[in-house]
Nanobody
């Protein structure tokens, strides 16, 4: 089975940028749509962005549209989340997840992702 492993989190000032990476331990991400989710203290885990297996289709939650960009490099078996113009409300643990899909589909629902990473903390100070 595939095991996502996140990296790249940290502390950044409001208006700054971070790039999260998600690599695979075990099987490759071939055949999987990939998603980024986040969970702030006291809140439910929520969808942030997703990308199809081919990389040709992407989707974003409204709060991050225009600021975050998801991409993938299948040759490197890595998925990225570029986060710009960060806000304090972006503070959360960010999770990478993999869900089996057709070449052009992605998912926004948590339950369609079967493999999850341990998460990486992103803290945005005001």
């Amino acid at each position: 089975q595939v095991q996502p492993v996140e990296s790249g989190g940290g502390l950044v000032q409001a208006g700054g940028s971070l790039r999260l990476s998600c690599g695979a331990s075990g099987r490759t991400f071939t055949g999987y749509a990939m998603g980024w989710f986040r969970q702030a203290p006291g809140k439910e885990r929520e969808f942030v962005a997703a990308i199809s297996w081919s990389g040709g289709t992407t989707g974003y939650a409204d709060p991050v549209k225009g600021r975050f960009t998801i991409s993938r490099d299948n040759a490197k078996n890595t998925v990225y989340l570029q986060m710009n113009s960060l806000k304090p409300e972006d503070t959360a643990v960010y999770y990478c997840a993999a869900g089996a899909s057709s070449v052009s589909n992605y998912y926004t629902q948590l339950w369609k992702y079967h493999y999850w990473g341990q998460g990486t903390q992103v803290t945005v100070s005001s």
